[in-house]
């Protein structure tokens, strides 16, 4: 089991920024992908960003160039750094840790909500 705990949401104007953490009870080397996802209200949940193992990372389309995913690896945290913030990126937003093959599993955190807006 892995616990997942997410912080840094809040309200923040057009072209803010924000910084979300996720903490990991485990080694985050010891996960194959963290990745950050969000959902809007009415809307399906989607990628943000995700981050592998290896230090592999992709994003969504709509966040390319302006969020960015990173990790502590000492401090087993994973970082959403988001900037140039849209009203459209309201939503909450939520941690996620993936394994393959044996002991396989898929975490979610509680979500942390994130609001743009002037």
């Known amino acids: 089991q892995v616990q997942l705990v997410e912080s840094g949401g809040g309200l923040v104007q057009p072209g803010g920024s924000l910084r979300l953490s996720c903490a990991t009870s485990?080694?985050?080397?010891?996960?194959?992908?963290m990745g950050w996802y969000r959902q809007a209200p009415g809307k399906q949940r989607e990628l943000v960003a995700r981050?592998?193992?290896?230090?592999?990372?992709d994003y969504g389309d709509s966040v390319k160039g302006r969020f960015t995913i990173s990790r502590h690896i000492a401090e087993n945290i994973v970082y959403l750094q988001m900037n140039s913030l849209k009203p459209e990126d309201t939503a909450v937003y939520y941690c996620?840790?993936?394994?393959w093959g044996l002991g396989s599993y898929d975490h979610w955190g509680q979500g942390t909500r994130v609001t743009v807006s002037s």
């Open positions: 981050i592998t193992s290896g230090g592999y990372t």
């Open positions: 996620n840790a993936k394994k």
């Open positions: 485990g080694s985050i080397l010891s996960i194959d992908t």
